[in-house]
Protein backbone atom coordinates (compact mmCIF):
# COMPACT_ATOMS: atom_id res chain seq x y z
CA UNK A 1 0.00 0.00 0.00
CA UNK A 2 1.29 3.63 -0.96
CA UNK A 3 0.55 5.91 2.06
CA UNK A 4 -1.68 8.75 1.09
CA UNK A 5 0.42 11.80 2.23
CA UNK A 6 -1.65 13.48 4.95
CA UNK A 7 -4.05 10.50 5.52
CA UNK A 8 -3.37 9.17 9.19
CA UNK A 9 -6.89 6.91 9.04
CA UNK A 10 -7.21 3.27 10.03
CA UNK A 11 -5.85 1.35 12.08
CA UNK A 12 -2.12 2.20 13.13
CA UNK A 13 -1.02 0.04 16.45
CA UNK A 14 1.17 2.10 19.40
CA UNK A 15 3.72 -0.34 19.26
CA UNK A 16 4.92 -1.97 22.51
CA UNK A 17 9.05 -2.00 22.97
CA UNK A 18 11.30 -5.06 23.53
CA UNK A 19 13.91 -5.23 25.78
CA UNK A 20 16.40 -8.09 26.27
CA UNK A 21 18.55 -8.20 29.71
CA UNK A 22 21.72 -6.83 29.61
CA UNK A 23 23.67 -5.27 32.80
CA UNK A 24 24.76 -2.49 31.06
CA UNK A 25 21.77 -0.92 29.56
CA UNK A 26 19.90 1.20 31.30
CA UNK A 27 17.97 -0.25 33.61
CA UNK A 28 19.45 -3.73 32.89
CA UNK A 29 17.40 -3.70 29.84
CA UNK A 30 18.65 -2.90 26.39
CA UNK A 31 15.93 -3.15 23.18
CA UNK A 32 15.74 -5.91 21.07
CA UNK A 33 15.52 -4.13 18.10
CA UNK A 34 15.58 -7.82 16.18
CA UNK A 35 12.40 -8.45 17.93
CA UNK A 36 11.03 -5.10 17.61
CA UNK A 37 11.46 -5.40 13.94
CA UNK A 38 9.56 -9.07 13.94
CA UNK A 39 7.16 -7.37 15.64
CA UNK A 40 6.19 -4.70 13.42
CA UNK A 41 6.25 -6.74 10.32
CA UNK A 42 3.92 -9.40 11.83
CA UNK A 43 1.15 -6.00 12.86
CA UNK A 44 1.61 -4.64 9.04
CA UNK A 45 1.25 -8.99 8.27
CA UNK A 46 -1.94 -9.05 10.12
CA UNK A 47 -3.65 -5.95 8.46
CA UNK A 48 -2.88 -3.10 10.35
CA UNK A 49 -2.61 0.11 8.57
CA UNK A 50 0.95 1.15 10.47
CA UNK A 51 3.09 1.56 13.40
CA UNK A 52 3.49 4.25 16.12
CA UNK A 53 6.50 3.81 18.10
CA UNK A 54 7.38 6.20 20.27
CA UNK A 55 4.07 6.79 22.27
CA UNK A 56 3.59 5.96 25.80
CA UNK A 57 3.49 2.46 24.95
CA UNK A 58 6.13 2.78 23.32
CA UNK A 59 8.18 4.04 26.75
CA UNK A 60 9.44 6.95 25.15
CA UNK A 61 10.70 8.70 27.81
CA UNK A 62 12.39 5.85 29.22
CA UNK A 63 14.50 5.72 26.44
CA UNK A 64 18.15 7.27 25.79
CA UNK A 65 18.22 9.80 22.82
CA UNK A 66 20.23 7.30 20.37
CA UNK A 67 17.66 4.56 21.48
CA UNK A 68 14.73 7.10 20.56
CA UNK A 69 15.97 7.27 17.09
CA UNK A 70 16.75 4.04 16.36
CA UNK A 71 13.42 2.62 16.93
CA UNK A 72 11.88 5.00 14.45
CA UNK A 73 14.38 4.04 12.03
CA UNK A 74 14.02 0.20 12.57
CA UNK A 75 10.11 0.67 12.23
CA UNK A 76 10.71 2.66 8.72
CA UNK A 77 12.92 0.01 7.61
CA UNK A 78 10.83 -2.19 8.05
CA UNK A 79 7.46 -1.44 7.40
CA UNK A 80 8.90 -0.07 3.93
CA UNK A 81 5.94 0.80 1.73
CA UNK A 82 3.44 -1.88 3.22
CA UNK A 83 1.92 1.20 5.60
CA UNK A 84 2.44 3.75 7.70
CA UNK A 85 4.97 4.78 10.39
CA UNK A 86 3.73 7.90 12.27
CA UNK A 87 6.54 8.69 15.52
CA UNK A 88 5.85 9.79 18.43
CA UNK A 89 7.43 13.11 18.77
CA UNK A 90 6.21 13.97 22.76
CA UNK A 91 8.25 16.68 24.84
CA UNK A 92 7.95 19.08 27.18
CA UNK A 93 8.79 22.03 25.08
CA UNK A 94 8.28 22.10 21.35
CA UNK A 95 12.16 22.95 20.92
CA UNK A 96 12.25 19.20 21.99
CA UNK A 97 9.07 17.89 20.25
CA UNK A 98 10.49 19.69 17.09
CA UNK A 99 13.91 18.94 17.55
CA UNK A 100 12.39 14.87 17.22
CA UNK A 101 10.21 15.84 14.40
CA UNK A 102 12.76 16.90 12.31
CA UNK A 103 14.45 13.78 12.74
CA UNK A 104 11.80 11.51 11.73
CA UNK A 105 11.08 13.65 8.83
CA UNK A 106 14.67 12.76 7.98
CA UNK A 107 14.41 8.91 8.55
CA UNK A 108 11.25 8.65 6.78
CA UNK A 109 8.57 8.63 8.82
CA UNK A 110 4.87 9.20 7.26
CA UNK A 111 3.70 11.48 9.89
CA UNK A 112 3.96 12.52 13.64
CA UNK A 113 2.21 12.09 16.52
CA UNK A 114 2.37 14.79 19.24
CA UNK A 115 0.98 15.61 22.68
CA UNK A 116 0.94 18.95 23.84
CA UNK A 117 3.86 20.57 26.13
CA UNK A 118 4.12 17.66 28.93
CA UNK A 119 5.01 17.80 32.42
CA UNK A 120 3.36 21.55 32.22
CA UNK A 121 0.13 22.79 32.53
CA UNK A 122 0.29 24.96 29.50
CA UNK A 123 -1.99 27.49 28.37
CA UNK A 124 -3.85 27.81 25.12
CA UNK A 125 -1.39 30.29 23.27
CA UNK A 126 1.33 28.13 24.23
CA UNK A 127 -0.29 24.69 23.16
CA UNK A 128 -0.88 26.35 19.61
CA UNK A 129 2.63 27.73 19.80
CA UNK A 130 3.86 24.45 20.88
CA UNK A 131 1.73 23.06 17.56
CA UNK A 132 2.63 25.31 15.35
CA UNK A 133 6.64 24.95 15.92
CA UNK A 134 6.26 21.01 15.06
CA UNK A 135 4.13 22.11 12.07
CA UNK A 136 7.13 23.81 10.45
CA UNK A 137 8.53 20.00 9.95
CA UNK A 138 6.19 19.73 7.18
CA UNK A 139 4.95 16.19 7.99
CA UNK A 140 1.25 15.13 8.92
CA UNK A 141 0.57 15.68 12.61
CA UNK A 142 -1.77 13.95 14.57
CA UNK A 143 -2.20 15.48 17.58
CA UNK A 144 -2.61 13.58 20.59
CA UNK A 145 -5.57 14.94 23.97
CA UNK A 146 -4.22 13.35 27.01
CA UNK A 147 -5.56 15.27 29.80
CA UNK A 148 -5.55 12.61 32.51
CA UNK A 149 -1.55 12.39 31.76
CA UNK A 150 -0.68 15.95 30.51
CA UNK A 151 -2.79 17.80 32.83
CA UNK A 152 -4.17 19.97 29.13
CA UNK A 153 -6.73 19.25 27.47
CA UNK A 154 -7.36 19.39 24.10
CA UNK A 155 -11.31 21.11 24.53
CA UNK A 156 -13.11 21.04 21.12
CA UNK A 157 -12.35 24.84 20.90
CA UNK A 158 -9.13 24.50 21.12
CA UNK A 159 -8.62 21.80 18.54
CA UNK A 160 -10.47 24.21 16.33
CA UNK A 161 -7.72 26.99 16.76
CA UNK A 162 -4.95 23.67 16.70
CA UNK A 163 -6.63 22.94 13.00
CA UNK A 164 -5.82 25.61 11.40
CA UNK A 165 -2.32 25.15 11.31
CA UNK A 166 -0.72 23.88 8.29
CA UNK A 167 -0.36 19.99 8.54
CA UNK A 168 -2.77 19.33 11.03
CA UNK A 169 -4.18 16.10 10.23
CA UNK A 170 -6.29 14.06 12.60
CA UNK A 171 -6.92 14.11 16.92
CA UNK A 172 -6.51 11.32 18.84
CA UNK A 173 -9.12 11.27 20.90
CA UNK A 174 -8.18 9.81 24.72
CA UNK A 175 -10.25 12.07 27.12
CA UNK A 176 -13.13 8.98 27.53
CA UNK A 177 -16.06 11.24 26.31
CA UNK A 178 -17.39 10.10 23.22
CA UNK A 179 -19.66 12.66 22.95
CA UNK A 180 -17.05 15.50 22.15
CA UNK A 181 -16.52 14.12 18.23
CA UNK A 182 -19.32 15.54 17.58
CA UNK A 183 -18.26 19.23 19.05
CA UNK A 184 -15.02 18.93 17.63
CA UNK A 185 -16.44 18.03 13.93
CA UNK A 186 -18.68 21.25 14.29
CA UNK A 187 -16.31 23.15 14.93
CA UNK A 188 -13.31 22.21 12.22
CA UNK A 189 -12.25 20.01 9.55
CA UNK A 190 -10.44 17.11 11.27
CA UNK A 191 -10.49 13.75 11.66
CA UNK A 192 -11.11 12.41 14.94
CA UNK A 193 -9.39 8.92 15.91
CA UNK A 194 -10.45 6.86 18.69
CA UNK A 195 -7.51 7.05 21.02
CA UNK A 196 -9.04 4.67 24.00
CA UNK A 197 -9.63 1.07 22.92
CA UNK A 198 -12.40 0.79 25.20
CA UNK A 199 -14.35 3.54 23.50
CA UNK A 200 -13.27 2.56 20.00
CA UNK A 201 -17.23 0.67 19.34
CA UNK A 202 -18.88 4.04 20.46
CA UNK A 203 -16.52 6.78 18.70
CA UNK A 204 -16.62 4.46 15.20
CA UNK A 205 -20.50 4.68 15.58
CA UNK A 206 -20.35 8.71 15.90
CA UNK A 207 -17.81 8.79 12.92
CA UNK A 208 -14.29 8.19 13.97
CA UNK A 209 -12.22 7.22 10.74
CA UNK A 210 -9.23 6.04 12.50
CA UNK A 211 -7.69 3.97 15.59
CA UNK A 212 -4.76 4.52 17.37
CA UNK A 213 -4.29 1.66 19.46
CA UNK A 214 -2.78 -0.53 22.21
CA UNK A 215 -4.45 -4.18 22.19
CA UNK A 216 -4.03 -4.47 18.31
CA UNK A 217 -0.41 -5.49 20.00
CA UNK A 218 -1.85 -8.67 20.79
CA UNK A 219 -5.04 -9.22 18.42
CA UNK A 220 -4.11 -7.09 15.27
CA UNK A 221 -6.19 -9.58 12.93
CA UNK A 222 -9.48 -9.26 15.05
CA UNK A 223 -8.78 -5.54 15.61
CA UNK A 224 -8.49 -4.79 12.14
CA UNK A 225 -11.59 -6.65 11.36
CA UNK A 226 -13.74 -4.24 14.43
CA UNK A 227 -12.22 -1.86 12.46
CA UNK A 228 -13.76 -2.49 8.65
CA UNK A 229 -16.53 -3.67 10.02
CA UNK A 230 -16.93 -0.36 11.63
CA UNK A 231 -16.10 1.87 9.13
CA UNK A 232 -18.52 0.03 6.87
CA UNK A 233 -21.35 0.52 8.66
CA UNK A 234 -21.55 -3.27 9.86
CA UNK A 235 -22.58 -2.44 13.55
CA UNK A 236 -23.73 -5.77 14.61
CA UNK A 237 -20.88 -7.31 13.58
CA UNK A 238 -18.59 -5.28 14.75
CA UNK A 239 -20.10 -5.18 18.31
CA UNK A 240 -20.32 -9.19 18.52
CA UNK A 241 -16.58 -9.24 17.97
CA UNK A 242 -15.55 -6.48 20.07
CA UNK A 243 -17.66 -7.61 22.92
CA UNK A 244 -15.17 -10.74 23.27
CA UNK A 245 -12.63 -7.96 23.30
CA UNK A 246 -13.72 -5.20 25.79
CA UNK A 247 -13.28 -6.26 28.98
CA UNK A 248 -9.41 -6.68 27.68
CA UNK A 249 -9.50 -3.70 25.93
CA UNK A 250 -10.39 -1.97 28.74
CA UNK A 251 -6.49 -2.01 30.22
CA UNK A 252 -5.49 0.48 27.33
CA UNK A 253 -7.45 3.00 29.82
CA UNK A 254 -5.68 2.30 33.07
CA UNK A 255 -1.86 3.41 34.65
CA UNK A 256 -0.84 0.21 34.33
CA UNK A 257 -1.66 -0.47 30.46
CA UNK A 258 2.29 -0.88 29.31
CA UNK A 259 2.87 -3.75 31.48
CA UNK A 260 -0.98 -5.56 31.18
CA UNK A 261 -0.34 -5.21 26.80
CA UNK A 262 2.92 -6.89 27.47
CA UNK A 263 1.64 -9.40 29.69
CA UNK A 264 -1.31 -10.19 27.59
CA UNK A 265 1.03 -10.28 24.67
CA UNK A 266 3.11 -13.36 25.94
CA UNK A 267 0.29 -14.75 27.25
CA UNK A 268 -0.93 -15.39 23.56
CA UNK A 269 2.08 -16.21 22.89
CA UNK A 270 4.07 -13.25 21.79
CA UNK A 271 6.73 -10.97 23.13
CA UNK A 272 6.05 -8.69 25.67
CA UNK A 273 8.58 -8.74 28.59
CA UNK A 274 9.49 -6.44 31.07
CA UNK A 275 8.95 -2.52 31.15
CA UNK A 276 11.69 0.06 32.36
CA UNK A 277 11.42 1.92 35.05
CA UNK A 278 9.08 3.82 36.40
CA UNK A 279 7.29 1.27 35.49
CA UNK A 280 7.13 -1.45 37.67
CA UNK A 281 5.95 -5.44 37.49
CA UNK A 282 2.16 -5.77 38.01
CA UNK A 283 0.55 -6.95 41.13
CA UNK A 284 -0.17 -10.38 42.04
CA UNK A 285 -3.62 -9.48 41.90
CA UNK A 286 -3.21 -7.44 38.55
CA UNK A 287 -1.58 -10.01 37.02
CA UNK A 288 -4.53 -12.63 37.74
CA UNK A 289 -7.01 -9.95 36.16
CA UNK A 290 -4.92 -9.39 33.29
CA UNK A 291 -4.71 -12.96 32.56
CA UNK A 292 -8.35 -13.85 33.45
CA UNK A 293 -9.44 -11.18 30.88
CA UNK A 294 -6.86 -12.46 27.51
CA UNK A 295 -7.76 -15.85 28.38
CA UNK A 296 -11.79 -14.73 28.17
CA UNK A 297 -10.79 -12.73 25.08
CA UNK A 298 -9.11 -16.10 23.89
CA UNK A 299 -12.09 -17.83 24.59
CA UNK A 300 -14.64 -15.25 23.29
CA UNK A 301 -12.49 -15.21 19.55
CA UNK A 302 -12.49 -19.23 19.21
CA UNK A 303 -16.51 -19.34 20.01
CA UNK A 304 -17.30 -16.31 17.54
CA UNK A 305 -15.05 -18.38 14.95
CA UNK A 306 -16.78 -21.43 15.60
CA UNK A 307 -20.32 -20.08 14.94
CA UNK A 308 -19.01 -17.92 12.02
CA UNK A 309 -17.39 -21.04 10.33
Known amino acids: MSPEPTDLRGVIVATALPYKENPSAPAGLEVDYDRFAEHCDWLISNGCRGVGPNGSLGEYSSLTDAERRKVIQVAVETVGDRGVVVAGVHGPGWHQAKHWAELAAEDGAHGLLALPPTMYRASDSQVVEH ?6 VGLPIMIYNNPIDTKVDLRPDLVAEIAKLPNISAIKEFSGDV ?3 FEIKELCDIDVVAGADDVLFELMADGAVGWFAG ?6 RES ?15 RELYKQLVAVFRWDSKVEFVQAIKLSMDIVGRYGGPCRPPRGPLTPEHVAQVTADTERAIAG ?9
Open 215 to 220: FPNVFP
Open 301 to 309: LEAYRAVAV
Open 131 to 136: YAKISE
Open 224 to 238: VEIYEHMLAGRFLAA
Open 179 to 181: RRL
